[in-house]
């Protein structure tokens, strides 16, 4: 599976967008792109994925560009509540998910 | 509601003893994993299983191992703790649609190995 980079940290202001860029340039076509997120000691939950299409749904919103090379994943009213890592994962259909560092946001009031 | 439950949330054993922990889903996936996470390594895959009487050995196996006999539950073992396996637990299991997948992590077990 296609490695991903990641900014270390971002912060976002209190119902602001927040926008985490994810770099995976090497993406093959059938490799999907997944959003995961971790709040601080809890298990890793599922935000988000994609193939080709911008995909939306209640939680965020995924643009991927059209070389499918970076990805964005949008939440578009961040809370406080929305302070986590955040982790971008490339993978094929089948195969296993392997986490990164990811990035961290940290919502500010 | 559907969900994955892990057991106990938080153990202390001593070195050498084997040590079980429990995750049991109600959602009826095939798919379960076991995950440990510390600092500085992320979440590393320990051991996975596809169905009953499937486990498959992940990126970290050595001195733990997997048994399922039914699809609601994968117990992890340490055969005989060692302060190296100090760490979170986090069991998943995968559900899937249309040929893809996501994961649900249930709530961790934090493991202290004295």
Sequence with gaps: DAKTTQPTSMDCAEGRAANLPC?????SGNEY??????IHSQGPQYIIHGLKNNETNEMASLIITEDRKSSTLILPHATLRDTAV????VKEYGNKLVFGAGTILRVKS | ?????????HKIT????????????????????WYRQDLGHGLR??????????????????????SRSNTEDLPLTLESAASSQTSVYFCAS?????????????????LTVT
């Design chain 1, 86 to 89: 955040y982790y971008c994962i």
């Design chain 2, 14 to 33: 001593e070195t050498g003893r084997q040590v079980t922990l429990a995750c049991h889903q109600t959602w009826n996936h095939n798919n379960m994993f």
């Design chain 2, 45 to 66: 895959l320990i051991h996975y299983s596809y169905g009953v009487h499937d486990t498959n050995k992940g990126e970290v196996s050595d001195g733990y191992s997997v």
């Design chain 2, 94 to 110: 995968e559900a899937g649609t249309g040929g893809t997948y996501e994961q649900y992590f249930g709530p961790g077990t934090r």
């Design chain 2, 1 to 9: 509601d559907a969900e994955i439950t892990q057991s106990p949330r």
């Design chain 1, 33 to 38: 792109v997944y959003w995961y997120r971790q």
């Design chain 1, 23 to 27: 770099n995976h340039s090497t993406i």
